[in-house]
C-alpha cells in the first residue's frame, strides 16, 4: 500500500541479501516491506531465522537492539526487533551517514540506500518536445531529443543529451549521490557562480541501472533553481524539498 504516514507492510517475494565484507549477514527469500510513521521511505524486515544472529549482541542501554560484529568490527546498533511485528529482525542501512553492511542485493541487482518502494514510479520517456535550460539568461542546454522522467513526488526532470549542453558553461565537481531507482549521479556546478543557483545544479547517471537505462549520460538541471523552456513556455519553478538546498 502507498506510503501515508502510517504504520504499514506487506509481504515481499523478493530475495533479499545483504553483505558485510565477505559475510552474508541476511539471506531471506520471505522478507517484509515496512513503513514506519514519518519515516517515507520503506525498510525490510526479516524472520529472526533468516539473520545470523549469532553476529549479534545486546546493545548497551537499548532493549531489542543489537550490535553487529563481523570480522572483529562491531557496529552499534545495527539490528533491532521490530516491535509491531514479532519474530522479526530490522537491519539498519545506515548509522551516522555511514553504511552499516556494504552490500545490499535484491535477486541478483544490487541496491542502494534504501529499498525500492513499489508504490513510487520512475518513467524515464524519450521525447521530441523543446527544451531549453536557461541560468542567468544564458542559455546551458537546447535540445529536441530529451528524455523526460516521471518520478512520483517530484517534479518532471528533463535530461538533456550531452551533446545538447553547453559544458563550457559548467565545471564537474566531486560530488555524488545515490539513488535506489537510478543508481549513482556525478555532479556539476556553474564555473561562473550565478546568485541564487547553488553548487551541484546540475547531474548525470553514467552508469544507471537497467530501469533507468534511457537517461544514461544525459544531463538534468534542478527545475527548482533555472529556467526550463519546454516547447516555448516558460515552466514555473516548483516547490520541492530540494528548495532549500
Not at 110 to 117: K, Q, S
Not at 205 to 216: Q, S
Request: aromatic share 12%.
Amino acid at each position: 500500500m502507498p506510503y501515508d504516514g502510517t504504520f504499514n507492510w506487506e509481504p515481499s517475494r523478493r530475495w533479499v541479501r545483504g553483505v558485510k565484507g565477505g559475510t552474508t549477514v541476511v539471506d531471506s527469500k520471505a522478507p517484509l516491506l515496512v513503513w514506519e510513521p514519518d519515516y517515507p521511505v520503506p525498510r525490510y524486515a526479516f524472520p529472526i531465522e533468516d539473520v545470523r544472529t549469532d553476529l549479534l549482541t545486546p546493545a548497551k542501554d537499548r532493549p531489542d537492539h543489537f550490535d553487529l560484529t563481523v570480522d572483529g568490527q562491531t557496529l552499534p546498533d545495527a539490528a533491532f526487533v521490530h516491535p509491531r511485528l514479532p519474530g522479526h529482525l530490522s537491519i539498519a542501512w545506515f548509522r551516522h551517514a555511514v553504511p552499516v553492511l556494504d552490500h545490499w542485493y535484491e535477486e541478483e541487482e544490487e541496491i542502494f540506500v534504501h529499498p525500492r518502494d513499489p508504490y513510487k514510479r520512475v518513467d524515464p520517456i524519450p521525447s521530441s518536445r523543446h527544451v531549453r535550460v536557461e541560468i542567468g539568461g544564458r542559455v546551458v542546454a537546447d535540445t529536441r531529443a530529451p528524455v523526460l522522467l516521471y518520478e512520483t513526488g517530484l517534479p518532471t526532470r528533463y535530461y538533456v543529451p550531452p551533446g545538447d549542453v553547453d559544458f563550457s558553461l559548467l565545471e564537474p565537481t566531486d560530488s555524488s549521490t545515490r539513488c535506489p531507482y537510478k543508481g549513482e549521479a556525478s555532479y556539476w556546478s556553474l564555473r561562473e557562480p550565478v546568485e541564487g543557483v547553488p553548487a551541484d545544479v546540475a547531474w548525470a547517471y553514467h552508469d544507471p541501472i537497467p530501469a533507468a537505462a534511457p537517461i544514461k549520460d544525459h544531463v538534468a538541471f534542478y527545475n527548482e533553481f533555472v529556467d526550463i523552456i519546454v516547447d516555448g513556455v516558460k515552466e514555473e519553478r516548483p516547490e520541492t524539498v530540494f528548495s532549500k538546498r
